[in-house]
């Protein structure tokens, strides 16, 4: 396959030694989303708008914070804060409404206002959730292009450690969309072998973690289980730990 802005990514990450590709593709798209957002392009005004718009969740919110660039952050803020200030204002004009039932426990006829609608998707917006995903649906489409055209790909994939949870939930699930019949039993036999022998080696590497912490295994060497907690947070939540200091 022709190499495309899509593949290079795809591949990289299915030639790193990682325990889920697709979270390690994710965790790229989150932290290029992140330096986006911090960096002189958030003065665009068409970024700077869609950012006051769909603000941020509070994980991504947390994460800005974090990245210690005080002042992109305070201009965004400043920017952000101004936009849904004039929205809340106009949303919550009258004051006389109500969306409490009444005696009977019938709604009010203005239950499920514009307030309540606003505050869902408010909950539930973000910019840099968007922006990963749109991405990231790319990066699935490009990986069952080249698992099917692709035989060096292919073998990269076969020979890989698995998935986590949500992320071989997903390839399986996505499979029919791409896959002819005969195809999707190969790849989906594969990749539920792969899954299997994957926590199974977890499994493994957790119970020599435990045993490690008995007196009677002190001198034992440790195996390939110094990791293994973070690697069984990967499998299981999608989250890459960062390392101990």
Not at 128 to 143: A, M
Not at 156 to 184: I, R
């Amino acid at each position: 396959m022709k190499e495309q802005i899509y593949t290079i990514p795809v591949k990289d990450a299915f030639s790193s030694d990682c325990e889920c590709p697709l979270c390690r593709m994710h965790k790229d798209l989150e932290d290029a989303a992140v330096a986006f957002v911090l960096s002189p392009s958030y003065m665009e005004e068409d970024v700077r708008g869609q950012t006051n718009d769909l603000g941020f969740c509070p994980q991504h919110m947390s994460r800005l914070y974090n990245e210690g660039n005080v002042l992109g952050l305070c201009l965004m803020l400043e920017s952000g804060m101004k936009h849904q200030h004039q929205k809340l204002m106009g949303l919550t004009k009258d004051a006389s409404s109500s969306s409490s039932k009444g005696i009977f426990g019938r709604k009010n006829k203005d239950e499920g206002s514009d307030v309540a609608a606003f505050r869902a998707s408010y909950k539930k917006s973000c910019y840099i959730c968007n922006r990963i995903d749109t991405t990231f649906d790319r990066y699935i489409d490009t990986f069952f292009q080249l698992y099917k055209k692709d035989g060096d790909f292919r073998k990269s994939v076969e020979m890989g450690k698995g998935y986590c949870v949500d992320h071989f939930l997903l390839l399986w699930e996505k499979a029919p969309q791409y896959l002819a019949k005969d195809q999707l039993t190969s790849f989906r036999t594969m990749l539920r072998d792969q899954m299997d022998q994957s926590l199974t080696r977890i499994e493994s590497d957790l119970e020599w973690f435990e045993k490690k912490f008995d007196y009677q295994y002190r001198d034992q060497p440790w195996k390939n289980s110094k990791d293994a907690v973070p690697r069984a947070v990967l499998k299981l939540n999608s989250q890459f730990l960062p390392p101990k200091k």
